[in-house]
């Protein structure tokens, strides 16, 4: 079965500083996506980014941006220039590609200070 | 913004009562899931629907049924509420479930079982 680790539960960063939240998952299979979830305050679950496995190039989206390791299975994101409305719990989330199952991390809850 | 519903977005219950939570979309998307948030586990998927009439348990499915008469109408149902069973249950609808598959995530339903 596949899990996802999120190993820190809480992180904080200075407003215009550039953040690295952390991802592992683990899994047998060769092919499968990887995601990127904000949760602000208003629980709304908005995606951030994706990964495809197959793909070498690291996913970017404006200021975030993701390091994909896949021989060490760890999926980071940074964050570049933190904004205060960055302030979310983010989560780390795994798929296979015929599976249409989203299997989530813990969460990461990130504050963005002035 | 996905065009999903969820209703009731808050409810509170007493342990032993039945609760339905529906989750309503107009995206015509054929695949339709249940998730749970709970601090610490991020989200789980309770179950969820590949078409009208199918549906398959996710990871956390003991205590809940689901029903999905229509395409856009996909009903969760705990039979008898359990305190444990107090939680944050999201629904997420995606058009496959295969290559570029996106899930959309509802807004939440708090559900309190006292």
């Known amino acids: 079965a596949q899990t996802v680790t999120q190993s820190q539960p809480e992180m904080s960063v200075q407003e215009a500083e550039t953040v690295t939240l952390s991802c592992t998952y683990d899994t047998s299979e060769n092919n499968y996506y990887l995601f990127w979830y904000k949760q602000p305050p208003s629980r709304q679950m908005i995606l951030v980014i994706r990964?495809?496995?197959?793909?070498?190039q690291n996913a970017t989206e404006n200021r975030f941006s993701v390091n994909f390791q896949k021989a060490a299975k760890s999926f980071s994101l940074k964050i570049s220039d933190s904004q205060l409305g960055d302030t979310a719990m983010y989560f780390c989330a795994f798929m296979k590609p015929y599976g249409g199952k989203l299997i989530f991390g813990q969460g990461t809850e990130l504050s963005v200070k002035p | 913004d996905a065009g999903i519903t969820q209703s009731p977005r808050h409810k509170v219950t007493e342990t032993g009562t039945p609760v339905t939570l529906r989750c309503h979309q107009t995206e015509n998307h054929r695949y339709m899931y249940w998730y749970r948030q709970d601090p610490g586990h991020g989200l789980r998927l309770i179950h969820y629907s590949y078409g009208v009439k199918d549906t398959d348990k996710g990871e956390v499915s003991d205590g809940y049924s689901v029903s999905r008469s229509k395409t856009e109408d996909f009903l969760l149902t705990l039979e008898s509420a359990t305190s444990s069973q107090t939680s944050v249950y999201f629904c997420?609808?995606?058009?496959?479930?295969?290559?570029?598959?996106?899930?959309?995530f509802g807004e939440g339903s708090w559900l309190t079982v006292v």
């Open positions: 997420a609808i995606s058009e496959s479930a295969g290559v570029g598959n996106t899930i959309y």
């Open positions: 990964q495809e496995a197959y793909k070498q």
